[in-house]
């Protein structure tokens, strides 16, 4: 039977280097993540959002602890099958688009399929292009397309197999205020509508808000929750963890 949890971690650190000038990324992270929610990861800079991203999504191997994927530990897989899990199980949307220049619209959303050895679903594309309004743009390329409709695109790409869990590290960081709402509504909407589980990097506390769940990093430790925040009080939030961390900083 699936796991009722989409993502866990128990008792992952991640450190660069060795002896006095290790650098601690992650701290002993204990958590699981539901099945079917949206949840943000935000932290000032520094603090191991992108580390925690992707030791979690098996892009990064901890130092110590375990990773479960939809109850699946991957915390041991070789490579191989990493790589086979993260194209059949695993969505993801960057800053970067990541978009093949070379390639279609169309392309682009099946390639993960196709580097999985498996037949591209034209409907299922279809369908997933028409979700993110580009029905009409199947045969265009990346370079014919706005910086929201190429993320529109990274999005599509990262549904189209009914992934398990998407995760998107900073998937609005290059786009406009409307735009990026509009990008967020999608992976709303797929959270709400086909149950799909979305983790999400972002600074930014606007971008939070549509989640289920904002988790606060510091340090490489989770310190915090807000469950249904609006944005002001997510920024207030991280305002106060900010000004506190540059105290005992200053302290110490």
């Given amino acids: 039977m699936p796991s009722d949890w989409a993502v866990e971690l128990h008792g992952v650190t991640r450190r660069y280097g060795r002896s006095a000038t290790a650098v601690h990324a992650l701290r002993g992270i204990d958590l699981a993540l539901p099945s079917g929610t949206f949840t943000a990861v935000m932290g000032p800079s520094g603090s191991g959002k992108s580390t925690f991203l992707q030791c979690a999504a098996g892009l990064d191997r901890p130092t110590a602890g375990r990773v479960l994927l939809g109850g699946t530990d991957i915390t041991g897989l070789s490579e191989n099958k990493l790589t086979a899990l993260r194209r059949t199980r695993l969505g993801f949307v960057f800053q970067a688009f990541n978009l093949l220049p070379s390639l279609t ?6 390639l993960p399929t196709r580097l999985a050895g498996h037949r591209p679903d034209r409907r299922r594309c279809a369908e997933v292009l028409a979700q993110v309004g580009l029905a009409d743009h199947a045969r265009r390329r990346p370079a014919q397309l706005s910086g929201g409709q190429q ?6 790409r ?4 009914r992934p398990d869990v998407v995760f998107a ?8 205020t409307t735009t990026a709402a ?4 999608l992976l709303r909407g797929a959270v709400d509508t ?4 979305v983790v999400m990097v972002t600074h930014d506390p606007s971008a939070a808000a549509w989640a289920d769940r904002v988790l606060f990093l510091a340090d490489g430790t989770l310190v915090d929750h807000l469950d249904g925040a609006p944005a002001d009080r997510i920024a207030a939030r991280m305002t106060t963890l900010t000004s506190h961390l540059a105290h005992r900083r200053t302290a110490a």
């Fill in 105 to 110: 619209v169309e392309q682009n959303v099946v």
């Fill in 151 to 156: 993320q529109r695109v990274a999005v599509a």
């Fill in 158 to 161: 990262a549904l189209v197999a």
């Fill in 169 to 176: 590290d900073e998937p609005t960081g290059a786009l406009d």
């Fill in 182 to 185: 509009e990008i967020l509504a």
């Fill in 194 to 197: 086909q149950r799909a589980t």
